[in-house]
């Protein structure tokens, strides 16, 4: 009897390894109740590196995650009293949209943008209404 061994070599490109994803870039600002900019409010995703808002409240958030049409920022005051009081954590659900076409056949599916983002964080001393829509962590 004789035995006959066979090797398949199977190529694929590096995209095509490993789960779908998307990048993603939300450009916002974080502001009090009275509409002033909060600095030194750190924002997160997920395991992407999170990023600090300015002197003028703005930030610009760059992401990797699953393709969704939907985000989920996080928001928290890292400095305390040096920005002006110590503000409530908080979540937000971020709506993108496509910006730039994915590899319909690979593992990249695309960049998504959101601009515009406004975010209203309230000072620990504060009170919520019920109907503020700000959803503390």
Avoid: W
Avoid at 36 to 52: C, D, F, W, Y
Avoid at 82 to 90: K, L, Q, T
Avoid at 110 to 121: L, N, P
């Amino acid at each position: 009897m004789i035995a006959v061994a066979t090797t398949a070599i199977i190529s694929c490109s590096k995209e095509q390894l490993g789960d779908p994803y998307m990048l993603f870039e939300v450009h916002g600002k974080v502001v009090d109740v009275d509409g002033n900019p909060i600095k030194g409010i750190q924002v997160a995703s997920g395991l992407s590196e999170a990023q600090t808002t300015n002197v003028n409240g703005s930030f610009i958030f760059y992401g990797k995650s699953v393709p969704s049409s939907l985000v989920v920022l996080t928001f928290e005051d890292k400095d305390a009293e040096e920005n002006g009081g110590e503000f409530v954590s908080r979540s937000m659900e971020v709506l993108l949209n496509e910006k730039t076409p994915g590899n319909p056949t690979g593992n990249f599916k695309g960049t998504y943008f959101a601009g515009g983002v406004e975010v209203i964080m309230l000072k620990k001393d504060e009170q919520m209404s019920p109907d503020s829509g700000l959803i503390p962590l």
